[in-house]
């Protein structure tokens, strides 16, 4: 069956960095588009970045642009989510997706919290 895994969030200062990953298994990992997505508390889960199979088309959300980076890498069958010079409102639960014979597939979720 298809599970994602999310690892690597942690409580980190504003400015400071972390690296998400998502693991994945029970598909084929390289023909499959990927996403992060983020709920911050109160608020509801929202789009933070996807990348497409080979990973050659990324987009991000605006508030993340220039801060945050996807990549994957296909032979390990990981996502993952670079995050540089993290902000208060960067805090929430980050989950990886992807859509699969037609069905949603989300992760348990990591959670991020940027606070001094």
């Known amino acids: 069956q298809v599970q994602l895994v999310e690892s690597g969030g942690d409580l980190v200062q504003p400015g400071g960095s972390l690296r998400l990953s998502c693991t994945a298994s029970?598909?084929?990992?390289?023909?499959?588009?990927m996403s992060w997505h983020r709920q911050a508390p109160g608020k509801e889960r929202e789009l933070v970045a996807s990348?497409?199979?080979?990973?050659?088309?990324?987009n991000y959300v605006e508030a993340v642009k220039g801060r945050f980076t996807i990549s994957r890498d296909n032979s390990k069958n990981t996502m993952y989510l670079q995050m540089n010079s993290l902000k208060i409102e960067d805090t929430g639960v980050y989950y990886c997706?992807?859509?699969?014979?037609?069905?949603?597939?989300w992760g348990q979720g990591t959670q991020v919290t940027v606070s001094s």
């Open positions: 997706y992807t859509k699969n014979a037609g069905n949603d597939y």
């Open positions: 990348i497409s199979p080979g990973g050659l088309t990324r």
């Open positions: 029970g598909f084929r990992f390289s023909l499959s588009a």
